[in-house]
């Protein structure tokens, strides 16, 4: 089933939030966020600008991973709340608009899930084919394991059963066997649940581990189904349950190539994700901070597919929940980033990532993190923001792993940043010390300050969703001298924008033609007064200061928009 021409494709000019329900807001004074403290603070998100909401995992976990390893897939994890505070978060966030995606892990569970009991319990389980187990003794695999250092490999043995099992993350994950038509249908049950509570959508986790067949040594068990017919399915499901004509979305983490990322889009059909993270524009961007050189960036953006499905979009993201991975770069683009962002060992991760936020990897430079939050909303595609960025919030590398940005959001100067009532020894994780701490750096604070970073995000977000040229135009990268400067053409119809970024301290004027603009045209700047015409036969001039940027309205004569 194909979305119809009068679908709301909502997503493609959405601004996504993320929260980790834990350390946003605790609204009872156990130490521990839940689901009334974040209803507490929809009308906050909606100030922000925010309209899509996105739920890291809140279903009962054991929580080795941050949640990740789900023991009840239909499941609200008490400490958080219950179904019922979980459809009134939904319903309050619709009534301000704002739409809720929840994540879907398809790879794997915890192995306190009753299936995996059951699957272990014995070799003639109906459930032991709902993972992966082989006889024979594994090769090495530890180059195979995503968290080096806390596992040696992808198999671990059962002592009960006299078989390993699959897992690509921790041995406490193991990996569902997708090849399991039983498998997959439970997983559609479980979207079909969500979305039955209102959700609007899924993001789902590790895609390309839940497909790779080639690991999946029971898949011979079963009639052969190509890997990527099994995201045809869920996204056929998924259009089947949206209600009316407002499309509900998948969102993948796909961690590879642009090239390689059309596959799970389904290529010109687009019938499979919906949406993916751009996780090489993510990394070529922390290449051109670190280097105040625009050419990666440029060239990341230029190399992107454009033959895509209207239906699909990329989402833009700067920093996430886990790690700042840099695997798609060389390892000398790494290690230059990791050498200017990530000077000490303990602000590593698996030698192939940071654990830092963006704020204090620019040493708190209120220029540059200003700079990098219009060059994230100004690429082409849907922005994606972790919660407390829009505040400028920093790591606590005290925290191990990847948890050191999953710290209490900052609410005010008051106690735990104003996060929770509770003593500082029961909250469920450290609250940020230092110059980003909530001393320093707070929402209550920043609400006040008009030039804080909060309303400059706000104000980001707003411009973004009036120039549907971001989310929906074709991208044209434009030529001037300057290596430090990212200038690019967003043209949607006859609605057009530039938009100029300036990744080093020192100020340049840069020269911008536009060759095929009629007479009386102008550039209007939509972040601040000023405005300039168009000569189509030389160059416009537009002066930048050091970490400065422009949004650049392309208005015609006659052109009836208000600016």
Same mark, same amino acid.
């Given at each position: ?224 189904? !190509?890997?990527? @017919?099994? =995201?045809?399915?869920?996204? %056929? *499901? ?7 004509? #407002?499309? $509900? ?18 290529? !010109?059909?687009? @019938?499979? =994700?919906?949406?993916?993270? %751009? *996780? ?7 290449? #051109?901070? $670190? ?38 770069? #060389? ?233």
């Amino acid at each position: 089933m194909r979305i119809t021409d009068t679908a709301d494709l909502w997503y493609k000019n959405a601004v996504i939030y993320c929260v980790d329900l834990e350390t946003y807001l605790d609204s009872d004074g156990d130490g521990i966020g839940d689901l009334p403290g974040l209803t507490q603070r929809i009308d906050y998100l909606a100030d922000v600008g925010v309209s899509c909401l996105w739920l890291m995992p809140f279903y009962p976990s054991p929580r080795r991973d941050n949640g990740y390893d789900i023991s009840d897939m239909f499941g609200v994890d008490p400490r958080y709340g219950d179904h019922g505070d979980f459809v009134e978060l939904v319903r309050v966030a619709h009534d301000r608009g704002i739409r809720v995606i929840v994540d879907l892990v398809i790879n794997h569970t915890s192995d306190q899930h009753p299936w995996f009991r059951r699957s272990r319990a014995s070799k003639d389980s109906p459930y032991r084919d709902f993972y992966v187990w082989r006889s024979d003794t594994p090769p090495d695999t530890s180059e195979e394991a995503m968290f080096p250092g806390q596992e040696d490999g992808i198999w671990t043995y059962d002592e009960k059963t006299e078989e390993w099992y699959l897992h690509h993350f921790l041995h406490t994950q193991p990996d569902l066997n997708t090849a399991n038509p039983q498998v997959r249908e439970a997983i559609t049950k479980t979207m079909g649940f969500w979305l039955q509570l209102g959700v609007d959508g899924f993001r789902v986790d590790a895609v390309p581990f839940a497909i790779n067949q080639t690991t999946l040594t029971g898949a011979d068990q079963h009639e052969f189904v !190509e890997p990527h @017919d099994y =995201l045809r399915t869920l996204r %056929d *499901f998924l259009q089947r349950r949206s209600s009316g004509t #407002s499309s $509900a979305m998948i969102l993948g983490e796909v961690n590879l190539p642009h090239q390689d990322q059309l596959a799970f889009f389904g290529g !010109e059909d687009g @019938d499979q =994700l919906t949406m993916q993270f %751009d *996780f090489t524009v993510n990394q070529k961007t922390f290449l #051109s901070f $670190a280097r105040e050189d625009a050419r990666p960036l440029a060239e990341a953006l230029s190399e992107r597919p454009q033959n895509l499905s209207v239906e699909t979009q990329y989402a833009n993201f700067l920093r996430n929940h886990d790690e700042l991975t840099l695997d798609l770069l #060389s390892a000398q683009e790494r290690d230059e980033v990791l050498d200017t962002f990530a000077p000490e060992e303990d602000m590593r991760f698996a030698g192939r990532g940071l654990r830092r936020r963006l704020p204090a990897m620019f040493d708190g430079d209120p220029r540059r993190i200003k700079m990098a939050y219009s060059l994230l909303f100004s690429l082409p595609g849907t922005p994606v923001l972790f919660y407390g960025e829009e505040i400028g919030m920093g790591e606590n590398l005290e925290v191990p792993g990847r948890e050191a940005v999953r710290t209490p959001m900052q609410w005010s100067q008051d106690k735990n940043g104003g996060f929770s009532s509770a003593r500082p020894s029961k909250l469920a994780r450290k609250v940020v010390k230092g110059p980003f701490g909530p001393e320093h750096v707070n929402a209550a604070q920043a609400r006040r300050d008009p030039d804080s970073l909060l309303h400059h995000v706000g104000r980001l977000a707003r411009r973004y969703r009036d120039c549907p040229e971001l989310g929906w135009g074709e991208l044209t990268i434009l030529d001037q001298p300057h290596h430090e400067v990212l200038a690019h053409r967003m043209t949607s119809g006859d609605q057009s924008m530039v938009l100029i970024h300036n990744l080093s301290p020192k100020s340049l004027v840069v020269p911008l033609t536009l060759h095929d603009e009629e007479k009386g045209t102008e550039l209007i700047d939509l972040l601040q007064d000023g405005a300039c015409a168009v000569d189509a036969e030389q160059a416009t001039e537009v002066t930048l200061e050091g970490y400065g940027y422009r949004w650049l309205r392309v208005k015609r004569p006659g052109d009836p928009r208000l600016l």
